[in-house]
Structures are given as C-alpha cells and as structure tokens.
C-alpha cells in the first residue's frame, strides 16, 4: 500500500515563500513525481516535475519562482514556492508514477491528498 503525504501548506502574504514536502511510503520502480494544484472552479494542473534521473520541468506561471527537488534517501518530495503571488492559491497535490516501464512524460498513478496554499 504506498501513501502520500503532503504538508507544508499555509496562508501567506504575497511576496511569502513555502516549503511543501511529501513523503512517499514505498517508492518502488519510481519513474518520478510531481507537484499539480487545483484553485477552486478550476481544473487540476501541473506545477512541476522531476524524474527519476533529476530532469525538471516547470509551468510557465511558476518557473524562476519553484523548486522542486527530492530526496532519494528519504523518499521525500519537496516544493520551494518563492515570490508567491495570489494566482497561487490551491490545493497542492503530490503525485508519483511508479511502473515497471515510465511513461515519456509523468503519468502519475499515486496521489497525496493534498495540502492548501493561500496567498493573499
């Protein structure tokens, strides 16, 4: 049974800066993870992502301000949220896909709860 667990989440101001963590309990087969958010009346969206060998991609709304990075060791997931902006208030998922044979993009097949951003 393998469990995300997010936290991090807050209420800041703009200009603020978060850290979201995940940890995964069992990461097997990993072919990487990722952050998605979803704003209320909207559809669920794509932050970032980082694949098992370290490559990253970011949404344009969010590159230059996040950070993804993991820890292997502790198979924990992080989320460096700076410069926040209002348009960044969500509910911030952690995702993971772990399959025998990775998809070319991530194709998540575990999900966290989620952890709420608020930035006003």
């Known amino acids: 049974h393998v469990q995300l667990v997010e936290s991090g989440g807050d209420s800041v101001q703009a200009g603020g800066a978060l850290k979201l963590s995940c940890v995964v309990s069992?990461?097997?087969?990993?072919?990487?993870m990722g952050w998605y958010r979803q704003a209320p009346g909207n559809e669920r969206e794509l932050v970032s992502t980082i694949s098992r060998d370290g490559t990253t991609t970011y949404a344009d709304s969010v590159r230059g301000r996040f950070t993804i990075s993991q820890d292997n060791a502790k198979n924990t997931l992080y989320l460096q949220m700076n410069s926040l902006k209002t348009e960044d208030t969500a509910l911030y998922y952690c995702?993971?896909?772990?399959?025998?044979?990775?998809?070319?993009?991530?194709?998540?097949?575990?999900w966290g709860q989620g952890t709420q951003v608020t930035v006003s």
């Open positions: 069992r990461y097997i087969f990993g072919c990487g």
């Open positions: 995702a993971v896909e772990m399959c025998v044979v990775c998809s070319k993009s991530l194709k998540p097949n575990y």
